[in-house]
């Protein structure tokens, strides 16, 4: 979560955290999300994708 403005750290907790290290042997391309949503305005401000 964030104020009003983006920060972009969602994706780089998801790579921070490993979450998807355990689905890497399986050979399919995964796909990293990170939504970051507003505390104030209750929406999404912000996201980005990766695929890796």
Same mark, same amino acid.
């Given at each position: 979560? +964030? %104020?009003l403005v983006p920060q #972009? #750290? &969602?994706l780089q907790q998801l790579k921070?955290? &490993?979450y998807a290290d355990k689905y890497r042997a399986a050979g399919c391309?995964?796909?990293l999300i #990170? +939504? %970051?949503f507003s505390r104030e305005?209750?929406?999404v401000v912000g996201? &980005?994708?990766e695929t890796a």
């Open positions: 979560m +964030v %104020e #972009g #750290g &969602a921070d955290k &490993a391309p995964i796909h #990170g +939504v %970051e305005q209750r929406n996201f &980005a994708v």
